[in-house]
């Protein structure tokens, strides 16, 4: 059962600035984004204009402004990563979801992020699939591993 | 509960006597220094659950349960050996625990079919612990006489990978806050700030600001409330040895943060854990559950009128939040856009009131100095950088992990005699110190040793402690393109040197790693004009940037185009790129003794660049081959190659 967004702004005090990070994690964490209500109710409530509210979720990067897909792609781009050949491992996610980084597909089943470091540097290249390691991957897997999630769907 | 019964009123209390008999044996039992069944421990940190220490655990249960054995599994944390994850030690007994690499969760029967029957596996072993009280297994070799372990000195790693980082008991039964609690009922603050003023401890977050002179600022500063906060916002790709630290012994991060807030008479402690690390903020948030329930947190500790409290706050990911002042605006609930210094956060930081931001790492050391005093401290390391540093090795080494060393121990010894060398029998190129504002060093400047000082002086940077070694394989150009990428996209835009700058950088260094193709006169003037100014830039962003971050933006660049020169020309005049990594810049040919002419690379080829007929050798037209590599990975005959 989901809380209503009522219910995770009133666990804040009104008008505290500091909780204003805890409060749009706490929404996103049972939402999975941050929608154009959650941004104007929680300005109303932290007493900011919501235009402010926008600008600092925008600032970080952990804030998501569309839904994520039912299965969640996230590859590695820290320096390891990097040099094990993690961005052509990226576009070949890309190419065979056929997204770029940062979308979801249109019918919900897919999207993917690009991260910075997810600390598996030993595993190199790494990514993550709704929590799900993968590590060493090649690039001739990747296609498998999508069709692995494709028919699961 | 018994357990803690026994521990606050037989070893925290205090008129503790710790020498009685019982008192000995039971600690032992609770740091599983003797056993009574056997004990399974699986290094579960996060590199352990990427290589698979969920799937082990399973297991291990699963052939606990099938062959009704009593046993006791325990998820310890990392002890540092990432590549040989997930690593699975076993105590039987009265015998040394014994550990074993890569046990993966199929392999787990024959292991434990193995060690339940007295018999050590050929494969897959990694050592025995050393332990006085314990039979030693013939044939098997002392952990801490491996190449990797002997030339490292543990003092914030000691227990990780070793203790149960779930159970604040097991801390408690290794002499942990114990020292808190000398602190408090012994030491005035301005003591405790004097012993680690002389301990000489600095900063490990990359500034090496004295830890005790910080203190002693924020201690002299008069309010009437001070906080404390905990940086653990690891954002540097390539380090994770906070999070190897708070995952495999949280409790030790704990009392040092305890000591440090006593110190400077902050009541109020923030944890500020990046996002992302999931699994730290869980311990985090599991132990300091268990110091309110010892009684540790609150009001009037241990009856020593000493109140105390820490939040944790997640940090919602930005690089620049590793800087202190821009840490302070993100709990403030503000961006995290770093302050104009002074005033220096020991005397304003957070909601204006004084408050000391230290590194994990720098916290973790304060147990240590305060239970063996600052001389025993003083002993390790060089007259300029006292103590031990962590270094995360990743990259092309043969061992990836977290190595502990003395200050003053030579690069060379870290990644040769500690990491074994580069991976596959590869030549070693560079190696990546201080994340990416740190700078490449090529081998010729490997015997620079650790330290503060040693490598500014040679315009490199310790940061927080990531190691990345580079092969023959890896393009400097590349790489200082990669960073100069992730710094731009991280630049918080406060300053318009770092937020453009950086950007020209990088498009600066597309330009010389892309392929000419149709370029009109202006352009390639453009192209060389940025080579040109790519100097005078860097100068530019480094002498005008408000932050530590945006002062070092340009060394990545700097270092790499000082050291390996003849790679940057190479790619702006030959248009070439040794590695092979710049894809744009390969150029291919087709061997024509193996091509037999299938058309594969002639259908694929998306810029018609390769001609020929069907059953006779192609060719590829140089002029309008864009890289693209399809050829080459199309061809079964291996007749596509590179020049």
Partial sequence: MQASLDEIISRYKAGSRESLLPLLQDIQIEFGYLNEEAILRVGQHIKLPSSKVYGIATFYDQFRFVQKGKFHFKVCRGTSCHMHGSLSILREVERVLNLKEGQTSRDGRFSLEAVSCMGACGSAPVMNVNGEFKTAIAIQDIAQIINFYRSTI | ?643
């Fill in chain 2, 1 to 643: 509960m018994d357990e803690k019964k026994f521990l606050i009123e037989k070893v925290l209390a205090v008129k503790a006597d710790l020498t009685q008999r019982e008192v000995i044996d039971a600690l032992a039992l609770l740091r599983h220094d003797t056993v009574n069944i056997p004990v399974v421990y699986i290094g579960s940190g996060t590199c352990g659950k990427v290589a698979g220490a969920n799937d082990t655990f399973v297991a291990v249960n699963r052939y606990l349960e099938e062959k009704n054995i009593k046993a006791e599994v325990v998820q310890v944390g990392c002890i540092g050996l990432c590549s040989y994850e997930p690593l699975v030690d076993i105590q039987l007994p009265g015998k040394a625990r014994i550990s074993f690499k890569s046990i993966t969760h199929e392999r787990v029967e024959t292991l434990l079919d193995d060690i339940f029957n007295s018999e050590v596996p050929t494969e897959n072993v990694l050592g025995q612990f050393n332990n006085k009280r314990h039979n030693r297994w013939n044939n098997v070799p002392l952990i801490n006489e491996l190449p990797f372990f002997r030339l490292q000195h543990r003092v914030v790693l000691a227990n990780c990978g070793v203790s149960n980082p779930d159970s604040i008991s097991d801390y408690i039964a290794r002499g942990g806050y114990q020292t808190y609690l000398k602190c408090i009922r012994n030491y005035t603050s301005e003591k405790i700030c004097n012993i680690v003023d002389q301990s000489g401890l600095r900063g490990r977050g990359g500034g090496g600001y004295l830890t005790g002179e910080k203190w002693m600022m924020a201690h002299n500063t008069v309010s009437d409330q001070k906080y404390l906060i905990c940086n653990a916002a690891e954002s540097d790709p390539g380090a994770f040895m906070d999070r190897a630290v708070i995952e495999g012994d949280p409790h030790l991060l704990l009392e040092g943060i305890a000591i440090t807030a006593y110190a400077i008479g902050a009541t109020k402690a923030y944890i500020y854990v990046m996002d992302e690390y999931s699994q730290a903020y869980f311990m985090l948030n599991q132990a300091i559950n268990q110091l309110k329930d010892f009684g540790f947190i609150g009001y009037n500790i241990f009856e020593s009128g000493v109140d105390f409290k820490i939040t944790l706050v997640k940090g919602p990911g930005a690089f620049v939040c590793g800087e202190e002042t821009a840490l302070i605006n993100s709990i403030e609930g503000k961006r995290g856009m770093p302050r104009p210094k002074p005033p220096y956060p020991a005397i304003e930081g957070l909601f204006g009131k004084p408050t000391v931001i230290n590194n994990v790492e720098t916290l973790a050391n304060i147990p240590f100095i305060l239970r063996h005093g600052p001389l025993h401290f003083n002993e390790i390391g060089i007259p300029e950088a006292r103590g031990t540093k962590v270094f995360a090795i990743s990259g092309k080494a043969m061992i990836t992990g977290l190595v502990e060393v003395p200050m003053g121990t030579s690069i060379r010894d870290i990644i040769f005699k500690i990491a074994g060398g580069v991976k596959d029998g590869k030549d070693f190129k560079a190696v990546q110190i201080g994340g990416p504002s740190g700078s490449c060093l090529p081998a010729s400047q490997l015997d620079l040793t650790v330290g503060y000082e040693s490598l500014w002086s040679e315009g490199a940077i310790i940061g927080s402690g990531g190691m990345i070694v580079m092969d023959e394989d890896t393009c400097m150009v590349d790489i200082a393109k990669f960073f100069m990428n992730f710094l731009q996209k991280e630049s918080c835009g406060k300053c318009i040197p770092c937020r453009e700058g950086t950007r020209r950088i990088h498009e600066i260094l597309e330009n010389i790693t892309r392929r000419p193709t149709g370029e009109s006169g202006f352009e390639v003037l453009e192209r060389f004009k940025g080579i040109i100014q790519l100097a005078d830039l860097s100068e530019v962003i480094r002498d005008t940037s408000l932050c530590g971050l945006g002062q070092t933006a340009p060394n990545p660049l700097l270092s790499a185009m000082k050291w390996f020169r003849d790679e940057f020309e190479e790619h702006v005049f030959d248009r070439k790129c040794r590695a092979g990594v710049c894809k744009e810049l390969r150029l291919f040919y087709i061997d024509v003794d193996k091509c037999i002419g299938c058309v594969a690379c002639l259908r694929k080829c998306p810029s018609n660049a390769i001609v020929g007929q069907p059953r006779q050798p192609h060719f590829i037209i140089e002029e309008k081959c864009i890289g693209c590599g399809i050829c080459f990975d199309v061809c079964k005959f291996v007749a596509v190659k590179l020049k």
